[in-house]
Nanobody, 121 residues
Framework: QVQLVESGGGLVQAGGSLRLSCAAS????????MGWFRQAPGKEREFVGR????????YYADSVKGRFTISRDNAKNTVHLQMNSLKPEDTAVYYC??????????????WGQGTQVTVAS
């Protein structure tokens, strides 16, 4: 069982930056690929990016590529989503997820409760 807790969300002006963190419980954190997803009001949840268990490979949605960066610290059981050059369309609840396969789909096994990111124009 893995429990995930996101933090770092908030209100930021367009063009600004935020860093989200996701803290995981458990002793096998490095076994899990981690994904970030987001869901805006009235929209379906969408893939943002993912990182493999070792941290050696990342992949991003086209909408955030070049602006967002995922990193992880397996010694601290944390994964981060650094978001730069934020746009109003990035406004959403952001979720981290853990799974045994690094994928762009929502087939992760464990999910956090989400953290709100609001980008003001």
């Amino acid at each position: 069982q893995v429990q995930l807790v996101e933090s770092g969300g908030g209100l930021v002006q367009a063009g600004g930056s935020l860093r989200l963190s996701c803290a995981a419980s458990g002793r096998t954190f490095s076994s899990y690929a981690m994904g970030w997803f987001r869901q805006a009001p009235g929209k379906e949840r969408e893939f943002v990016g993912r990182i493999t268990g070792s941290g050696g490979s990342t992949y991003y949605a086209d909408s955030v590529k070049g602006r967002f960066t995922i990193s992880r610290d397996n010694a601290k059981n944390t994964v981060h989503l650094q978001m730069n050059s934020l746009k109003p369309e990035d406004t959403a609840v952001y979720y981290c997820a853990a799974g045994l396969i690094a994928t762009m789909t929502s087939t992760y096994n464990y999910w956090g409760q989400g953290t709100q990111v609001t980008v003001a124009s």
